[in-house]
């Protein structure tokens, strides 16, 4: 079992920054991969960002170069950089870690609003 909790959303006007973070915790050494993903009211989930265990990230295009994905191992941690954001990423981010087994896991959710 592994448990997530996503820290650092809120409220921030256009053009603002945010970092999250997802603390991982319990039998973390299966992880592979810790991603985002998002989802706004009204949508499906989407793929934000992922790091994987060597480094290698990947982003969604509506992110790329605005967004950050990055991770400290010694604190089975990942983050979420988010810059010059936008009305439209307004939503629930989802951390979610990807298992050299079976299964996924995912973090409860943390409220991201972009608004003035």
Not at 53 to 70: E, L, M, Q
Not at 73 to 91: F, G, H, I
Not at 97 to 110: F, K
């Amino acid at each position: 079992q592994v448990q997530l909790a996503e820290s650092g959303g809120g409220l921030v006007q256009p053009g603002g920054s945010l970092r999250l973070s997802c603390a991982a915790s319990g039998n973390t050494a299966t992880i592979v991969a810790m991603a985002w993903y998002r989802q706004a009211p009204g949508n499906q989930r989407e793929f934000v960002a992922i790091i994987e265990n060597d480094g290698h990230t990947d982003y969604a295009g509506s992110v790329k170069g605005r967004f950050t994905i990055s991770r400290d191992n010694t604190k089975n941690t990942a983050y979420l950089q988010m810059n010059s954001l936008k009305p439209e990423d307004t939503a629930v981010y989802y951390c979610k870690t990807e298992h050299s087994g079976p299964g996924d896991y995912w973090g409860r959710g943390i409220q991201v609003t972009i608004s003035s």
